[in-house]
């Protein structure tokens, strides 16, 4: 079995943002020399998700709008000494609903995905340096 | 390693359906061979999600009405130039909350399920043929 | 290929609670001697979650606060036939929402994970003891 890993750094100036990241994911598939598996692409930080879909920047102006209404910022309470922060909340609530992680079939050396299937990263507390992992395990 | 890999096909002719495909994967399974290992089931379409839950009609009755209550269709601007089409943008809304694959752990050649665990389809933009992907890898 | 499978008991008192079950993982995973592979973590029961977050208690008070607004006990309706139970529906769907399963990478022999990433066991219909699902592939 080979087994292969890399980290993939993303930089988002704005708090929140939609990466399509199929490119270096193919990449690393390349890299690794895996011709049948499984490949995991997950966020390291609990803040930010990895999801697959449609590259349409028309979709994505609705995320935001709706994620905003299903997962708003959380003002905090002065009373309440067990404060996290009042915009990190909602990005953690986001990045659930998005989700952390996908695993994606590899087949022939490829990525095996629907016609619009794209891996994208959703950033949503940016402003920083973030860990994308990408393993990939297989023959 | 051993590797499996099928399509299955769906056609919902209703817009919106959940369809219980624990037999075709079941049957996949025992086509592959494989023992011990990770069965990935996952939607090949950005409009169609796969999941697991109980096989239970009062509860897809509620998933309908849930649905279309956190992920409602998205009424199009007619001044904008970048709409994808109003009752698209619901379909990959719901797809989101409900997950676009499944990880399923395969042991002594089985589905390695709890006693309510069944793998459901779920369409949200049907009337056409749809693709949903089995990829199996173990000894 | 090396395969490892382990069940994770757990009995919550009250109806709904979030488990840290990181050290039970990493126990599975010192147990399984896979050094390069996946880690597979679920709920095999369709009314608890599986998921990644960070481990802060501020966090959890207001998950239960969102999930109750997002997914809301639904009243039955005494002249529907096909009612499942009304404080089941909604254990359902809170568990959609936070997600069955985990899938994380192995590398050297440890969870390859981010700073503050832990797995927790979200429990939705708790006073019962209920099982969680361990499978490890690599080498």
Known sequence: MKSYRKELWLE???????VNITPQVEES?????????FAL???THVT??????????G????????????APVVPTDPNDD???????IDAHMKRLLM??????????GRLDFGHWENIFYGEF???????????IIGE
Do not use: C, M, Q
């Open 82 to 88: 067990d404060v996290i922060g009042e915009d990190i």
């Open 48 to 57: 930010a998700a990895v999801f697959i879909d449609d590259d349409e920047t």
């Open 59 to 70: 979709l994505y102006r609705h995320y935001e709008k709706w994620l905003e209404h299903l």
């Open 29 to 37: 598939l390349r890299e690794s020399g895996v011709k049948e598996g």
């Open 41 to 43: 692409v997950n966020s």
């Open 99 to 108: 989700g952390r992680e996908v695993v994606v079939a590899v087949t022939d």
């Open 125 to 135: 507390d940016g402003g920083r340096k973030k860990r994308v992992l990408v393993k």
């Open 12 to 18: 988002v100036p704005t708090r929140r943002a939609f």
